[in-house]
């Protein structure tokens, strides 16, 4: 299985810049394309797709949300981070099955 | 607009068994996969594994190839969930959610399901 590993908590400023990380235990891309998908969950919600195959926003999202990275490194960042952005973010990985999640990383208000 | 809406919370005693349901609209049911996905209390998201909605056939991940059981009714654009013979570590919240190409675009609601003597 290809395992994801996400800090457990960032800590940040409302209007400044949020950078959460994802590693892989194998290389995710394919012709091109990284297999790497960040969500969103608040508290007692469902997850929401925030950005698919690496750096693609979806629909409706904020363009303060962006994604980045290649291989086995992969970034979500947040800027500038505004209250409502406060929950938990997961990286999903579609290289290969079974699909698997990061840990979350859980963004907190400095 | 697309809308996965699940069934409610059940509360089960060990040994039973569970059916959730998840029921989609706004779009052609059979054109995507289903798939489903357990958060156990204060953790992670566990992928348990996706139903093919055109064919019925389920594909289950191994930690979820025992008691699980996916299945559909087409007619009526539904998804469901079975868990037999529940255990405690069954407590969780339990997502369906609809495949984009590998990433999962539309979500339910989620049903917690608390198993309990």
């Known amino acids: 299985d290809i395992v994801l590993t996400q800090s457990p908590a960032l800590a940040v400023s409302l209007e400044q810049r949020a950078t959460i990380s994802c590693k892989t235990s194998?290389?995710?891309?394919?012709?091109?394309?990284?297999?790497m998908h960040w969500y969103q969950q608040k508290p007692g919600q469902q997850p929401k797709l925030l950005i698919y195959?690496?750096?693609n926003l979806a629909s409706g999202i904020p363009a303060r949300f962006s994604g980045s990275g290649s291989g086995t490194d992969f970034t979500l960042t947040i800027d500038p981070v505004e209250a409502d952005d406060i929950a938990t973010y997961y990286c999903?990985?579609?290289?290969?099955?079974?699909?698997?999640f990061g840990g979350g990383t859980k963004l907190e208000l400095k | 607009q697309i809308q996965l809406v699940q069934s409610g919370p059940e509360l089960k005693k060990p040994g039973e068994s569970v059916k959730i349901s998840c029921k989609a609209s706004?779009?052609?049911?059979?054109?995507?996969?289903m798939n489903w996905v357990k958060q156990a209390p204060g953790n992670g998201l566990k992928w348990m594994g996706w139903?093919?909605?055109?064919?019925?056939?389920?594909t289950y991940a191994d930690d979820f190839k025992q008691r699980f059981v996916f299945s559909l009714e087409t007619s009526a654009s539904t998804a469901y969930l079975q868990i037999n013979n529940l255990n405690i570590e069954d407590t969780a919240t339990y997502f369906c959610?609809?495949?984009?190409?590998?990433?999962?675009?539309?979500w339910g609601q989620g049903v917690m399901v608390t198993v309990s003597s």
């Open positions: 959610t609809k495949s984009g190409p590998g990433y999962f675009d539309y």
């Open positions: 195959e690496g750096s």
């Open positions: 194998q290389n995710v891309d394919n012709y091109g394309i990284s297999y």
């Open positions: 139903i093919n909605t055109q064919t019925g056939k389920p």
């Open positions: 999903q990985q579609s290289k290969d099955y079974p699909r698997t």
């Open positions: 706004g779009y052609t049911f059979t054109d995507y996969a």
